[in-house]
């Protein structure tokens, strides 16, 4: 097979919060009552996005589970054979298996930053801990912090699923990913969503389209050196934070610290380096 021949790749970071219909943690923690069928409502928003980029000319896919645990789908029930990343300790987190053999990736059912406007189930990988993150001085949710993964490796983000808010912040990031808007979010617990064949349809299209314009589309858009700004919630968490090397406290400011770095894997590892650290003390 020659290179132009070869299957295009695509890269598949699932959460859950931003799956259609999905407005409670009890929907989504696994343990609950309500999360064995909620799910099946994001392995549908999962497959429908593979099934789409099929369409539009993908054909070989991994799907790192992102989610809580990091084991909520069924790997037998995944479309297009995809391989399966699962388990909850991974370096790299959402963005784990991710190189520069990809052609693309798609952020499935994600949600919206706390600090943001009204979005479902908002928070930015740990709402205990962290009240706000700016990148480059712009509020960014999960899906802009995860586009500097992205960036190191060169691969266009070319599809997001969830919410409008969801979509309107990974915007200044990734300006040519796909939105495939599910749900509209009435308060931090409520949302208008579509209903889920609906919902699968909207996916499905916005995947295959996003697959089809790949030759047009770019790494994320980030200025470098990146500066990510952190807001904790206390200054306990704060002062946390700046054991680690690279992480600087803001003066004048108790509760937020900031890192920069020209290397955008550098600044990720960093950061993720400082949720691991003080998850426990937030908990």
């Known amino acids: 097979m020659s290179s132009q021949e070869k299957a295009l790749r695509i890269f598949v970071s699932s959460d859950m919060e931003g799956t259609a219909g999905v407005v409670d943690w009890a929907q989504c923690r696994p343990g609950q ?16 996005a593979i099934e789409g ?9 991994l799907v790192n589970d992102s989610h809580s645990t990091m084991a909520n789908l069924r790997p037998d029930e995944l479309a297009g054979r995809a391989r399966y990343l699962s388990g909850r ?12 053999s990809f052609d693309g990736v798609f952020f499935v ?28 001085g712009v509020p960014a949710g999960e899906s802009g912090i995860n586009a500097l993964v992205a960036l190191a490796h060169g691969v266009p983000v070319l599809l997001v699923t969830g ?8 915007a200044p990031f990734c300006p040519e990913a796909v939105p495939a808007v599910v749900k509209s979010s009435v308060s931090r617990f409520a949302a208008d969503s579509l209903h889920p064949e609906d919902a699968r349809e909207v996916i499905r299209d916005a995947a295959r389209r996003a697959v089809a314009g790949l030759a047009s589309a770019r790494p994320p858009r980030i200025d470098l050196p990146a500066t990510l700004t952190v807001r ?5 968490l ?44 937030a908990e």
């Open 53 to 61: 980029a099929q369409a539009g000319g993908a054909g070989s896919f």
């Open 33 to 48: 009552p309500e999360y064995t069928y909620y799910r099946t409502l994001l392995q549908a928003e999962v497959n429908a």
């Open 163 to 170: 919410d409008a808010t969801t979509a309107a912040e990974a």
């Open 232 to 236: 904790m919630r206390n200054p306990d």
């Open 109 to 136: 059912s994600y949600h919206g930053s706390m600090s943001g406007t009204q979005a479902t189930l908002s928070h930015t990988y740990n709402p205990l801990a962290i009240s706000e993150v700016r990148l480059n």
């Open 238 to 281: 704060a002062e946390m934070a700046t054991w680690i090397a690279g992480v600087e406290p803001v003066a004048g400011d108790p509760v937020t610290v900031t890192m920069t770095d020209g290397d955008p894997l550098r600044l990720y590892r960093t950061f993720v380096t400082v949720v691991l650290l003080t998850r426990g003390i």
């Open 89 to 100: 300790h991974k370096p790299l987190y959402m963005m784990q298996g991710l190189d520069a």
